[in-house]
C-alpha cells in the first residue's frame, strides 16, 4: 500500500490575511511533507492557485518542492 498527501495551503479565516500566520501555516505543511518521508510515504501533491483567499496560497508550489526535496530521501 501506498501513501501521499495532498497540500492545499489552507489558511482559514483571519488568518489568510496576516503574513506571519501564513507563514506559519504553510512552514507547517511543509514540516508534515518532511516528517511523512521519514515515515515512508512515498509523495507529496502541491497545489497551485493564484488569488484564493482561504486556501491554496501556493502560488509556486516548485520553491515548496524545492525545499521539501532537500530535507527527505523518497519524496
Do not use: C, Q
Amino acid at each position: 500500500m501506498e501513501f501521499g498527501m495532498f497540500l492545499n495551503g489552507f489558511i482559514p479565516g483571519p488568518a489568510a490575511h496576516d503574513r506571519a500566520s501564513e507563514h506559519l501555516a504553510l512552514m507547517r505543511e511543509l514540516e508534515v511533507a518532511i516528517k511523512a518521508d521519514k515515515h515512508n510515504w512515498k509523495y507529496v501533491w502541491f497545489g497551485e492557485h493564484h488569488a484564493l483567499t482561504e486556501y491554496s496560497h501556493l502560488s509556486a508550489p516548485e520553491v515548496a518542492m524545492g525545499y521539501v526535496a532537500a530535507r527527505t530521501e523518497r519524496i
